[in-house]
Every structure is written in structure tokens, then in C-alpha cells.
């Protein structure tokens, strides 16, 4: 039996807290190249990041201005003690930031933030710069949902997982079906039959292998299909996937790969259908939240003061808030929701949705699980 693809997602709190952390760090500015930012990839030695970091700072005393010298010395030197204080490197790795945050000439002030991210990093990094390298932290705010992929003929199939901007190949699989021959009359229609059966007996065993994959992935927001014509509508017909994944397919594509270059190409041939996805979700739960409102007032509510006394009940199911809310009201609030379980979607005002969400709630709703006086 092939071996379960583990994926890890990011909860909507650790999104949270990973954007707070972003906003802080990109107003950081230094007036020189004094930011000192260092990654250590998942199952990385940490020791031997310290002993990077010690030899830095002894190649910083070459650095001209004082004022700089003095910053990434000391940076160097609140990082090295950190570091030294954790045993070993967490299981997702380590970003590492120190800098002067200071807003006035001359003045010292030196922050350190370690962060263990929600997902592994596989990058090694040290760069002392102006601003803090946080790009592969950005990364992982676009990867809260994944999409499954599938390049297939009558030959072979690749299984892949797009993951933000990773693809990863989770499966190969390989048909008997053999390829044409020359031949005629009754060979000819007998040869075509078993070639027939054959090649649906493949699409039962790859349609297999994406319910084993796929259904119970969370965060799984779509599946695409791509392949030569016709095979891949006739994997959707006589493949017998499951309803609950052929319900996830939002697209199909013609490829004439069935490799991992395949899957590349796949999904650059759907990136328009991608993007759409998260309109189309936002969209919906906003349209449920006002259908609930309308026709069903008792399970549904908004503002501040009413989510609060549903929540201390356990009332609340589903908890939206809109982007345009205060962070530090985000995290009151997630706190609460937590505690009984609802599921915590924020909205965008990106959309016509969006923005008429705020303008009706002041960017706070709920969806009850059961209605309360």
C-alpha cells in the first residue's frame, strides 16, 4: 500500500499571528546595512549557525562606519545568545531577525525576534541589509490551501499537490494498456475490447489513488485534471472517483505531458481558474451569512457586543471578520473561538462582498449553530 502524502496546513491563528509579525518587520528600516536576518532550514544543525554567526561578527569589525559596526555587532551578539538558549532547532526551522529600531540618530535600540514557522523552511540564509528578508515568510501566507493535480492518457499518471508556488509529485502510476497494432476484422474488435476494459481498469486504479491522496486532506480547495483528448473526460466518466472529489474539480486542461513537467504545465494553464477560487469561497460564505440573516434571523448575527454574548453560549459556528478589523480585535476574538470550537474566515474587502460585509457589520458576523434568546 503506497504511504499517506502528510500535508500541513496553516490554521487561520497562525496566519494571523504570521501577518502581525510581517507588518512589524517590514516597517523596520535601517539607515544602513544593519538588519541582520538569518533562516535555518528545517533539521538543521542550529550549532553551527551560531558558529556562523560568531564568525560574522568577527568580519563585522572590518565594517567602516562605527555606527553600522556597532549595530551588527550587537545584533550578531543577541542572536548568537538566543540561539544558544534553545536546545536544538525546532521541527519547521528557524527565522531569525535582529535590528536596531531606533528612530533616532545615535540611539541604539536592538529587537531580536526568533520565529518558528507553521511549515518547514528549506532555505539557508544569512544577509545583513537595509530590511528584513522576509519573502519566504510571505510564502507561506499563500499556501493555506492546497490544489490537487493530475496529468493523465491511457499510459501513465502523475498525482501532484500545488502547495503555493511548490509542486510536489506525490504519485506515479502505470497502465498495461498496450499501444495500437495493426489488425483486422475479428482480432481487431477483440483487441479493441480488452484494450478497452484496460484502460478503464486504469482509470478505476489512478481515480483509487487520488481518493486515497485527496479525500481526507484538509485545506484542499480544488483538483484539476489535465491530459491529451479524450482520455481525461473519460477518466471523469468511467474512472469512478468519488463524488466528493469529482465535485472538486475546477478545471480541465489539454496537456500533452503526464510527467511532472505536465503537472508544471498544468498549472500555468490555470492560474486564471486559481485565482478565481478565492472570490468564489469569499463569496459564498458571505452570501450564506446574509441568506442566514435574511431568512433565518435567529441563527445568524453581527456586531461586536451580540458575537460576544453568542460565543460565551457556544452559539457561534462560523465567526467572519473583516480584514479592516484591528489586529488586537482579531486576536479577542479568535481567543473566544477558539475556546468553543467555531471556525474563524476572514474576509476580504477586495470584493463587492467584501466591502458590503463591512459596510452592513462593521466587518463582524457570525452563523449560529443554534439559535439563542
Known sequence: MAQKYELKVISDKQKIELEDLLVVLKSIRGRHTELVTVYIPSGFNKDQIVRQLEYEKSTAANIKSKQTRSAVETCLESLTRELKNIKQTPPNGLACFSGNISTKEGVQDIKTW?????????????????????????????????????????????????????????????????????????????????????????????????????????????????????????????????????????????????????????????????????????????FKFFETLGKHKDRATYGEEKIKIAMERGAVDQLLISKKVSKEKIAELEALAVNIGAEIIIISTETPEGDQFYNLTKGLGAILRFAFE
Open 114 to 286: 526568533l520565529y518558528e514557522p507553521p511549515k518547514p523552511l528549506n532555505i539557508r540564509l544569512y544577509r545583513c541589509d537595509q530590511v528584513f528578508i522576509t519573502e519566504y515568510l510571505d510564502e507561506l501566507l499563500s499556501t493555506a490551501e492546497v490544489y490537487g493535480l493530475l496529468v493523465m492518457d491511457r499510459r501513465e499518471a502523475t498525482i501532484g499537490l500545488l502547495d503555493g508556488k511548490k509542486i510536489d509529485v506525490i504519485r506515479k502510476l502505470e497502465s498495461h494498456v498496450p499501444g495500437k497494432i495493426k489488425a483486422g476484422g475479428q482480432s481487431a474488435a477483440r483487441y479493441e475490447r480488452i484494450t478497452e476494459d484496460l484502460a478503464k481498469e486504469f482509470f478505476k486504479k489512478v481515480a483509487e489513488a487520488m481518493k486515497d491522496i485527496f479525500f481526507t486532506m484538509p485545506k484542499l480547495k480544488g483538483i484539476i485534471v489535465g491530459g491529451p483528448i479524450p482520455t481525461k473526460e473519460e477518466f471523469l466518466e468511467y474512472g469512478e472517483l468519488v463524488t466528493t472529489l469529482k465535485n472538486k474539480v475546477i478545471a480541465i486542461k489539454d496537456i500533452g505531458y503526464t510527467d511532472e513537467h505536465g503537472l508544471k504545465l498544468l498549472v500555468e494553464a490555470s492560474e486564471e481558474d486559481i485565482a478565481q477560487q478565492e472570490i468564489i469561497k469569499e463569496k459564498q460564505i458571505v
